[in-house]
Structure formats: C-alpha cells, structure tokens
C-alpha cells in the first residue's frame, strides 16, 4: 500500500514561513492535495492539484510537488494557521485504486 | 453554498451495524459531477477514507473495509448512507462525509461537520 510521511509536528515564529512535507514514493506523478484541520472541525481544503487554492484560502498557502516530497507552504504565517495539517492523494499504483492520507503535521504557531 | 450533514447513532454496540445518514443542502446530489464520500477519524489519530458513491448507486470502497461496508444514495432525499457491519472499538471514531469532485485524482471540497460514533456495549 501506498505511505504518505509527514513531519508530527512543526513549529513557527508568528511572520514566518511554515514548509510541511509529505513523502511518498514518486509523489511527484501524482497530484497532491492538502487541509487544515482545527480543533473540533472539519478537515477544510488550501491546496489542491499539488499547488491550486480554492476560492476564499489566501494566497499565503501554497503548494509544490516534485520527486519523493510535496510541500506545503504558508507564508507570513498568523496564530489563527495553528492547526494539523493533512496531505492527500488518489494511490492508482495497484488493481483498486483508492484514496490515501498522510499522518498529518501539527502546526504550532510559537 | 453545498452543506452537508451527518446523523445517526452516536452509540453503536459491538457487532452490531454502524449506520449514519449525510444529508446533502444547497446543491443536488443528482446533479452529477461528483462522488459522496465517507471518511472517518479515530480519537486523535488521522484521516481513513471509507468509500464513495455517484448518484447512479455506483459504489468504490476503501479495499480494507470493502467486507464490511455499504454505501447507499437516496436522490429523492437528496442523502447517502453508510453502513459498516461487525463493529468493533477499533471502529469509533468521528465520521465525515464529505464531496469530492469528479477528476483523474480528487479531492475533497466540502465536508460535513463530523459526527462522533463510539462502540460500547
């Protein structure tokens, strides 16, 4: 089966740039999504197709993919991003595709 | 705005059947163009994804619940259910249900807010 690895934890100065990776055996062919996730709430959607942002997520949350990692990167980061965090793909590698998610990083804002 | 809405049992005994209801708003499940799925999280742990189905009744499942599950659409109600047979502790958890839009690798765009299932006798 196919293994997403995060980062449990990752931790931030308010202002600054938070980065969680997600690894996966050649990650980079697939196309990767991301949400945050609050305490007591819903997963919500930043990032999806390795770096497209729905409408609303602001343009501080951004994403890449290439070889074995995709990341996801939140920019001029606020105490309201404190939040885990969760990538996201299809695994089409087997006969039963499905879907497959990471462990999930906690952001903490410091 | 697409909301969806769980419901159903908070309490489920072991071995018994596991059975939530989402209830879809603000758009039509018959309209096409996306699965409804189900995910649930255990108690402090990450995301497992269940399952999905397509307002024809199509259905795919996760390959190591596919024994135990069955989703189904009633497009009259605008709903889809969820029923996991066998419970056991190792299945509390919250459970979402959510959309995901129809593409070569998807996501999910809208989720319900979660509704807690504990299995105890």
């Known amino acids: 089966s196919y293994v997403l690895t995060q980062p449990p934890s990752v931790s931030v100065a308010p202002g600054q740039t938070a980065r969680i990776t997600c690894g996966g055996n050649?990650?980079?062919?697939?196309?990767v999504h991301w949400y945050q996730q609050k305490p007591g709430q819903a997963p919500v959607l930043v990032v999806y197709?390795?770096?497209d942002r729905p409408s609303g997520i602001p343009e501080r949350f951004s994403g890449s993919n290439s070889g074995n990692t995709a990341t996801l990167t939140i920019s001029r980061v606020e105490a309201g991003d404190e939040a885990d965090y969760y990538c996201?793909?299809?695994?089409?590698?087997?006969?039963?595709?499905?879907?497959?998610f990471g462990g999930g990083t906690k952001l903490t804002v410091l | 705005q697409v909301q969806l809405q769980e419901s159903g049992p908070g309490l489920v005994k072991p071995s018994q059947t596991l059975s939530l209801t989402c209830t879809v708003s603000?758009?039509?499940?018959?309209?096409?163009?996306?699965?409804w799925s189900w995910i649930r999280q255990h108690p402090g742990k990450g995301l497992e994804w269940i399952g999905y189905?397509?307002?024809?009744?199509?259905?795919y499942y996760n390959p190591s619940l596919k024994s135990r599950v069955t989703i189904s659409v009633d497009t009259s109600k605008n709903q889809f259910s969820l029923k996991l047979s066998s419970v056991t502790a190792a299945d509390t958890a919250v459970y979402y249900c959510?959309?995901?839009?129809?593409?070569?690798?998807?996501?999910?765009?809208?989720w319900g807010q979660g509704t807690l299932v504990t299995v105890s006798s």
């Open positions: 603000g758009g039509s499940i018959s309209s096409g163009g996306y699965y």
């Open positions: 959510a959309r995901e839009p129809i593409a070569v690798a998807g996501y999910f765009d809208y």
């Open positions: 197709d390795d770096s």
């Open positions: 050649n990650i980079g062919s697939k196309s």
């Open positions: 189905i397509y307002y024809s009744g199509s259905t």
């Open positions: 996201q793909v299809w695994d089409s590698s087997s006969d039963h595709p499905y879907v497959v």
